[in-house]
């Protein structure tokens, strides 16, 4: 499991460590309490994009009342123009009248059109805001850092060795294995599988193929003690009850485990596709990335970062304007298909939120499943203490509803 989650850890990796080390000086931007506060950290680069985000939409707010004001001053003067039309009786005046109603509908033409430009231009701006903050939003090293201790305690209740008195039980069981293993076919493949699994000091595999041998080889065990050995015989009943337990155990986490295999799946192509919509955005905008990575994912004073994502904001403006004027009729392809891959990528993202945040709940059940049991109850509610601080570090950092929610307010429609 610490693979997996290395897998996810390597998500963003280089953006990660510099944000952890961030200060924010930003008056819009509240200051960390101390570096490497992840979720803190989150929080303060949320803030710095909404701002950005109010500002673009604030923007487009003023020109939107500039637009109906001249659409509604227009429609006004279309409408005298209609009704001086119907009363004229003088031949020169109608034309007149005729030519300047042309005018005024091609005034509202543009109008509409410089609407339009004005929507689009707001729209990519907040695509590209939306896009590099991801830079510094996605950050699985949290999870990473808050769940290496969780999944190794979890792997570790999962081991029937390290449950008191089993050790000292299994040595006899294991020198019994050694001594009888010519002697009767399922002994021999036992002391085969367990000389396979390696190190039995230290680990006992009881899941999957080699746990079925295993309790043959246990059960034989048990039958060959005499009555005499009553204290071994209750011993090893224990032990075996124990070790059936501990399979079944392993065996549900393996199912609720598959689940964060698929997850770091979904997270790496997310980041290959991320990674690829960045650098597709900063082409189209002739920004160097290596100029990018010095001012925004390698800049911890997020004063700095404000201003220089007000300059891309800028230059996306810039952009769309320049794309219309190049393309008159086409200009509007390249700028959609982005503001589509960057709203996909946001949503994603928040349905993997969703997922992981799921996947927490199935370990709760699962230990729920466990907990009341004599042998192995202390151990689950341990892990159960530890999931409840992972489940609140991961809330505080990811709120997937709130992710998908402004991902699918991101765009105004004309």
């Given amino acids: 499991m610490t693979k997996k989650i290395l897998c996810i850890a390597a998500w963003l990796l280089s953006s990660i460590v510099a944000t952890a080390q961030s200060e924010d000086s930003s008056a819009a931007v509240k200051k960390a309490s101390a570096p490497g ?9 949320k803030k710095l994009r909404e ?27 279309v409408d005298d123009l209609d009704s001086a039309l119907k009363t004229t009786t003088s031949v020169k005046e109608k034309a007149e009248k005729l030519l300047e109603r042309v005018q005024v509908l091609e005034a509202r033409e543009k109008a509409v059109e410089q609407n339009e430009l004005d929507i689009y231009k707001a729209n990519y701006q907040s695509a590209v805001v ?16 808050a769940s290496r201790e969780f999944f190794s305690t979890l792997n570790e209740a999962g081991n029937p060795l390290n449950y008191p008195g089993y050790k000292d039980w299994f040595e006899k069981f294991s020198q019994y294995v050694k001594d009888n293993k010519s002697n009767e076919s399922m002994i021999t493949i036992s002391n085969n599988l367990l000389l396979f699994s390696g190190n039995t000091t230290s680990f006992l595999p009881v899941v999957g193929p080699i746990s079925s041998v295993l309790f043959a080889g246990m059960s034989t065990y048990l039958n060959s003690l005499s009555k005499k050995e009553k204290a071994l015989r209750e011993q090893s009943e224990k032990m075996i009850a124990l070790t059936m337990k501990v399979s079944q155990y392993g065996y549900d986490k393996g199912a609720v485990e598959h689940e964060w295999e698929l997850i770091t799946d979904e997270l790496m192509n997310l980041q ?4 690829r919509n960045l650098n597709i955005n900063l082409a189209m905008l002739k920004i160097d990335p290596a100029v990018y990575d010095e001012n925004f994912s390698k800049e911890s004073d997020a004063e700095k970062r404000y201003q220089y994502l007000t300059t891309i904001r800028q230059k ?24 589509n891959q960057v ?5 994603r993202f928040g349905q ?6 799921e996947n927490i709940f199935k370990y709760s059940s699962l230990f729920n499943k466990y907990k009341a049991d004599p042998e192995i109850g202390a151990k689950m509610t ?17 709120d997937p509803l709130d992710y998908i929610n402004s991902a699918t307010r991101m765009y105004k429609v004309a």
């Fill in 130 to 145: 939306n896009l590099i903050s991801m830079d510094r939003e996605i950050k699985p090293l949290l999870l990473f850092n």
């Fill in 382 to 398: 341990d892990l159960q203490n530890k999931l409840l601080g992972l489940k609140e570090i991961f809330d505080k950092a990811f």
């Fill in 316 to 339: 996306a403006s810039d952009y769309v304007e320049a794309q219309k004027a190049i393309a008159p009729k086409d200009w509007k392809e390249a700028v959609y298909n982005q503001m």
């Fill in 51 to 77: 701002k950005l985000l109010d500002d673009i939409q604030a923007g487009l707010d003023k020109k939107n009342t500039t637009f109906d004001s001249t659409i509604h001053r227009i429609n006004n003067r």
């Fill in 343 to 347: 709203q996909s990528l946001k949503m």
């Fill in 37 to 45: 506060q992840t979720a803190d950290s989150l929080s303060s680069e």
């Fill in 352 to 357: 993997i939120t969703f997922r992981i945040n």
């Fill in 272 to 275: 290959s596709l991320y990674l």
